[in-house]
């Protein structure tokens, strides 16, 4: 037992005292919903003592939910911070550990730390990374019993009471005791008071723990039900990716922490055409900024590092170009033709990047922005998306005499799947019949199919005809450069089709 009681204290938590928590809520960049229902919450705690003498209680728990990297972790520590209370960590791997009845324990420990924190500072803040590691729904015969395993040994350890029941996450017995201790019937702790009662006096009243739950997650859906009711975690908070100005201000609060010359023009350019950074990819890529500058002894992040940082981190790190000049020159044409695809057909989502570099995601490519307002998938933007696919198809047909190479095999395999998507599952074919597996597909749907997507090819063959110069001159800006700026392409195009 003793073994087990210092296993059951290694790796349990980080504890921040209120001095030493620097994060407010203005370190939060782009999540002002987020940070404004925070604060309401944070408005509530002043007033513990009014709440509860009207018959009501304070809130249990928060719940942070969104993709990773969008600012769960800032916002609860700036949440402690605004509060004054003292900050715990807690990871999944606090309450794991391979052998049975740890876990259990670890939650006990874990309780008895916060309590003593709750008196001392008049509340705790405890923050659980992670969550759906520990209360993830699962089970199984199998868990069930080294559930009752782990709960025999931690009551041998500590005279509780314990309901059993079935359940899964990281130690299905850490689950059950977490979800206890949260909210079961107060009991008296401590010696002291167990040697009071055996004596026939009253226990002392038990203190007003005040402990708020704070957790986060990016699978929300596999918590189990029990552990997000009312009580535990009163409320559910979004934290998705931030939209088109949340994106603006995040580039700004960061680039305000080094020395640059970026304008606010671009800023905002740098803000639309990220629609899927998050707090910490823009904290990432202005880093990144600062060690290219740092490397080349500069003091000053320029707009040429930033656009340095996104592209890296979008397409690898550089490994050289196409090794044989013939393979160089076909991808430049191929990469052409997208981008003057793109320009024409998607005109609202700019090019960010063309390039023939290999790079260790990809040989070459091109980035082009997303709208992140739109909504719905409209039938017109499928047309457009499915020919700028086609275009290296038909850019290797046109400039390499029908020696196509396996290049374009990805571009038709999209759009195919594009076309089969528009025809047999979302009516904008002949059909509102909907078939969810391709393979059970009828005949007929796939010969409409095949002749739609001839048709798109058709109707980009008379369009680039006419354009085949500007495709040019775009691929030899590729073969000089290797990579080329979104803007020059656009403006180069711009200027041939004047």
């Known amino acids: 037992f003793g073994m087990m009681w210092l296993m059951a204290r290694m790796d349990l938590h980080r504890t921040i005292l209120p001095d030493s928590i620097k994060t407010r809520f203005t370190d939060v960049f782009g999540q002002d919903k987020a940070v404004e229902r925070m604060s309401e919450v944070r408005g509530i705690l002043d007033y513990p003592d009014k709440i509860e003498s009207m018959g009501g209680y304070m809130p249990g728990g928060l719940l942070l939910t969104g993709p990773p990297g969008t600012g769960k972790t800032l916002i609860a520590e700036a949440f402690a911070g605004e509060t004054g209370k003292p900050f715990v960590s807690v990871g999944p791997e606090s309450f794991t550990n391979m052998f049975v009845g740890v876990p259990v324990l670890k939650v006990k420990m874990l309780f008895r730390h916060l309590r003593k924190l709750a008196v001392k500072h008049g509340g705790v803040v405890c923050f659980m990374d992670e969550i759906d590691a520990l209360g993830s729904r699962g089970g199984g015969v199998i868990n069930q019993i080294l559930n009752r395993i782990e709960m025999m040994l931690a009551r041998l350890w500590i005279n509780d009471e314990i309901v059993v029941q079935g359940g899964g996450g990281a130690g299905s017995g850490a689950l059950q005791m977490l979800l206890t201790e949260m909210s079961g019937i107060p009991k008296p702790k401590g010696i002291y008071n167990k040697v009071r009662v055996m004596l026939g006096f009253k226990p002392v009243p038990i203190p007003n723990y005040r402990i708020l739950w704070i957790g986060a997650t990016n699978m929300e859906q596999t918590l189990d039900p029990a552990l997000v009711r009312p009580g535990r975690f009163d409320r559910i908070i979004k934290v998705g990716y931030p939209d088109t100005e949340g994106r603006r201000e995040t580039f700004v609060g960061y680039l305000n922490k080094v020395v640059h010359d970026i304008t606010e023009v671009q800023i905002d350019t740098l803000a639309r055409e990220n629609p899927q950074a998050t707090g910490a990819s823009i904290k990432d890529a202005v880093n990144e900024g600062l060690l290219k500058a740092v490397r080349e002894d500069r003091e000053v992040i320029t707009w040429e590092d930033m656009r340095h940082a996104i592209l890296w981190k979008a397409m ?58 739109e909504r719905y998938l409209l039938k017109s933007r499928y047309i457009a998306n499915i020919k700028v696919s086609l275009a290296s198809v038909w850019s290797e047909k046109y400039f390499f005499d029908g020696d196509l190479s396996i290049g374009p095999g990805g571009d038709l395999d999209s759009a195919t799947k594009a076309v089969t998507a528009m025809v047999a599952r979302h009516a904008m074919g002949s059909t509102l019949m909907v078939w969810p597996d391709s393979s059970d597909i009828p005949d007929r749907i796939n010969e409409e199919i095949q002749d739609t997507l001839h048709v798109y090819y058709e109707e980009l063959h008379d369009f680039l005809m006419p354009r085949r110069d500007q495709i040019e001159m ?8 290797g990579t080329v700026d979104g803007i020059e392409v656009h403006e180069l195009i711009e200027r041939m089709e004047a």
């Open 474 to 481: 775009v691929a030899k800006l590729l073969q000089d450069r």
């Open 316 to 373: 690898g790190e550089e490994i050289g170009e196409a090794p044989l000049e013939a393979d160089r020159l076909r991808v430049s044409f191929h990469e052409a033709a997208h981008a003057v695809a793109s320009h024409h057909f998607r005109p609202e989502a700019p090019i960010q990047y063309a390039s023939i570099i290999r790079r260790d995601k990809g040989s070459g490519g091109f980035i082009r922005s997303v709208d992140d307002t």
